[in-house]
């Protein structure tokens, strides 16, 4: 019973970790990534679609991002979310692909994009954080119910301890990659 627990709580640690990590993806960079495109969603058909399930996102170059609609209809559309979204992209057109040039970030704009990450971070840390707290109560409630003893309690809490301290790792080194990244000029 406390293994599963246990392996519950790793996997949604796990799951928080990915999520955050997902989430520097859409953080602009002075790098050129599909992945920036992510979060901007775009009218299809009625439905708030996000612009990578309705178009081929290439990064020819470092500087440089181009979605080909798989619709032409859609150019318009894609063009429009694009210059709505919070990224401060400018697409250009020539009416089959959209090009959008990624520029350089100036200092000022480096140290927001931290402090948007950081942000994230603890976002993840604090997920991770509830996580374990609602474990260690399942842990609580195992041994009041008599299902477990309280040595197998409080090993379990324990090791609850372990992956918690594991993950809050992982994310701090993934944040710090990420700082790395964006005040690299």
């Known amino acids: 019973m406390v293994h599963d627990v246990i392996n519950d709580a790793k996997t949604h640690m796990q799951k928080a970790v990915d999520a955050t990590r997902r989430e520097f993806g859409s953080v602009r960079t002075g790098r050129a990534s599909p992945a920036l495109l992510e979060r901007v969603t775009v009218d299809y058909y009625g ?3 996000p612009v990578t ?5 290439t990064a020819p170059d470092p500087r440089l991002l181009v979605v080909q ?3 032409k209809n859609l150019l318009r559309e894609v063009e429009r979310a694009i210059l709505k979204s919070e990224l401060g992209l400018t697409p250009s057109s020539d009416g089959h692909v959209i090009r959008l040039p990624i520029p350089a970030l ?3 704009r480096r140290r927001e994009l931290v402090k948007v990450i950081r942000k994230h971070t603890e976002e993840g840390r604090v997920a991770i954080r509830n996580i374990r707290r609602d474990h260690k109560d399942r842990l609580e409630r195992l041994e009041k119910d008599g299902k477990i003893s309280e040595d197998d309690s409080r090993r379990g809490v324990d ?3 372990k992956l918690t301290d594991r993950h ?3 994310l701090d080194a993934s944040l710090s990659g990420k700082e790395a990244e964006i005040m690299e000029v």
């Open 47 to 49: 439905v708030q679609t």
């Open 53 to 57: 399930q309705v178009a081929t996102v």
């Open 159 to 161: 090791e609850l301890q």
């Open 168 to 170: 809050i790792k992982e």
């Open 106 to 108: 100036t200092e000022e």
């Open 69 to 71: 609609p798989w619709d």
